[in-house]
């Protein structure tokens, strides 16, 4: 695309002596190639009718043998159909490029760290935590094809009101400090629902007049175990194998959805950092002491006032988020920053990273916060039901394995995981999302399956061919119409990953695969491949179509099989 630019910039320099930055869409097929609009940029410039500069730049571009035909439509488009002879030279650069097609470099030499997921110890993981942990994996796959240096992290809760109501109902249920009695003979996955029960029983407590008191007073012991390096005591050792249970629980899940962090941040290490600091900064007047708490004045920036340490003088989640973001910039000097979170703390953060902007600007204009809608299940007041008002994240991939196996008979993981990937991948981020199980495993329908299935059919294919698919091809013959369908189509991936990791939206990834994959069934269902005279062409055709797919489904985060 970038070369058409070029080239009309060129002619537009030539017969009117004007720069120009000359933007390229797709028509429909029937209208061309490309079309661009850039008549009616100059028209204004020009004081000419749009229609009468574009029939001049017609003339001049079809003497450029790039192109088979140039037309003018509309009120001053311009249509382009490529010769067969420029698509075939970028047929063949794809085949002596194919380790790099498509590669951006939009995040070339850049330090990139992506936070996302973040879960809290002493709970069990939600929807909420499926959802994010694969759109942040996605987004980052996407600037580490732009040339960024990634770094994955995770942040999540182990400090804080939430463990102490946990470890309330813990010490409940064990009938005092009596970390011998905790259930250690239990799986990854009912111990930690064993805690989650246990959270429950704390968080009724808390309710409660009486033990309320007694919560808060856990919460202090709970941070008073960091301060003295406590590992002895019956309380710490209750804390500590929990605590421990949590993460080997996370890591499980995320291995199941294929997800790997280079780091962990607890709360227990960014909230030291972020009560000094604030502490510090409210000297410096950018906090403000308020009913005896500190908090961060918003409202001069249009934003709303948070509470940043509480009356008992304990950081809130906003100081530990400074801390947060301190520890980053210290661990990493980012150029970027990605936090990727549901879109209902959008004002939080928003106040959190102006806050910082006050006394650290360089971290604070590097930080971006994508944001993405609930997950949504179709039918889950039935399972919420079945699972007492909280659907767990492991969850929605038992739903999904279910469905599959009642459907095929067997389950398979690598299906499974790119069943629910491009499930909830293929939708824009921000609104919510309603995810269906039985529709996602579809292999016939838009879904993670059938492209999975397209690509295993492509590469069946050519095991069945000679080996020389990878080769260049001359380019001196003509393409037939199904030909010249798919290998357009084909063109359009360095286009669609340019749109995608510009805005970080991974659903244009997999709309375009979805119509690569449609577009690759047309073309088999009309040209044979195998002792045909046209198997040289077509072989490539097929090996280039399999090159594209596999590299977007490994965007997505979705397995790519041999054979299904």
């Known amino acids: 695309m970038e070369n058409i630019s070029n080239t009309i910039e060129v002619a537009v320099k030539g017969l009117f002596n004007i720069d120009v930055e000359v933007s390229l869409t797709r028509p429909e097929p029937k209208f061309g190639d490309y079309a661009t609009n850039v008549a009616m940029q100059l028209a204004k410039q020009l004081k000419q009718n749009p229609r009468d500069i574009a029939a001049k730049l017609v003339v001049e571009l079809k003497k450029n043998k790039s192109f088979s035909a140039v037309e003018v439509a509309g009120a001053g488009f311009i249509n382009f159909r490529l010769s067969d002879t420029n698509l075939l030279n970028d047929l ?21 760290v992506t936070e996302f997921s973040d879960p809290n110890a002493f709970k069990v993981l939600h929807v909420g935590h499926l959802y994010t942990s694969i759109v942040g994996d996605a987004v980052s796959n996407l600037v580490e094809f732009a040339g960024g240096q990634v770094h994955r992290v995770n942040f999540g809760g182990d400090v804080g009101l939430h463990v102490a109501k946990c470890m309330w109902g813990i010490i409940n249920r064990l009938g005092g400090e009596k970390p011998a009695k905790l259930p250690t003979d239990l799986s990854i996955r009912d111990r930690m629902q064993w805690v989650a029960d246990s959270y429950v029983e704390g968080n009724k407590a808390y309710e409660n007049e009486t033990t309320r008191p007694e919560i808060v007073e856990i919460n202090k012991r709970i941070y008073a175990i960091y301060e003295t390096d406590d590992k002895t005591s019956d309380f710490a050792k209750i804390y500590w194998d929990c605590r421990s249970w949590s993460y080997d629980y996370f890591d499980d899940f995320y291995e199941r959805i294929g997800v790997k962090f280079e780091k962990y941040y607890p709360e227990s290490t960014t909230a030291p950092l972020g009560l000094e600091t604030v502490l510090e900064q409210t000297k410096q007047g950018v906090y403000e002491k308020s009913d005896g708490a500190i908090v961060f004045n918003g409202e001069p920036y249009g934003l709303h006032t948070r509470v940043f340490i509480n009356s008992n003088g304990l950081p809130t989640y906003e100081a530990k988020d400074v801390g947060l973001i301190q520890l980053k910039w210290q661990d990493y000097h980012f150029d970027k920053s990605l936090i990727i979170t549901g879109n209902d703390i959008i004002d939080y953060m928003k106040v959190v ?31 919420a039901s079945r699972l007492g008002n909280f659907l767990k994240a492991e969850d929605v991939l038992d739903t999904v394995e279910a469905f ?42 838009n879904s993670g399956p059938y492209l999975q299935y397209s690509l295993a059919r492509a590469k069946s294919i050519l095991r069945k061919l000679p080996n020389d698919h990878a ?69 490539r055709l097929v090996y280039a179509y399999s090159i594209v797919l596999e590299r977007g489904l490994t965007i997505l985060g979705i397995p790519t099989p041999e054979k299904m």
């Open 92 to 112: 063949n650069y794809i085949l002596t490029h194919s380790d790099s097609y498509g590669l951006s470099q939009a995040y070339a030499n850049k330090v990139v």
């Open 404 to 445: 599959q196996k009642e459907s095929q008979g067997k389950t398979d993981q690598d299906t499974v995981l790119g069943a629910v990937r491009y499930a909830l991948l293929k939708n824009r981020l921000g609104p919510d999302v309603i995810f269906e199980p039985e529709t996602s495993v579809n292999a016939q329908g």
């Open 353 to 383: 990273v102006k806050s910082i902007e006050q006394f650290a600007p360089q971290p604070a204009q590097r930080t971006q916060h994508i944001t993405h809608g609930m997950l949504k299940l179709a039918g889950a007041v039935k399972m």
């Open 471 to 539: 080769g260049e091809l001359l380019t001196n013959q003509d393409l037939d119409e199904s030909e010249r369908a798919i290998l357009t189509k084909i063109l359009e991936f360095p286009d669609v990953v340019q749109a995608a990791t510009q805005d970080l939206t991974p659903h244009l990834i997999c709309n375009y695969l979805y119509e690569l994959a449609q577009s690759f069934n047309r073309f088999y269902e009309k040209s044979k491949v195998q002792a045909d005279p046209r198997e040289a062409l077509r072989a």
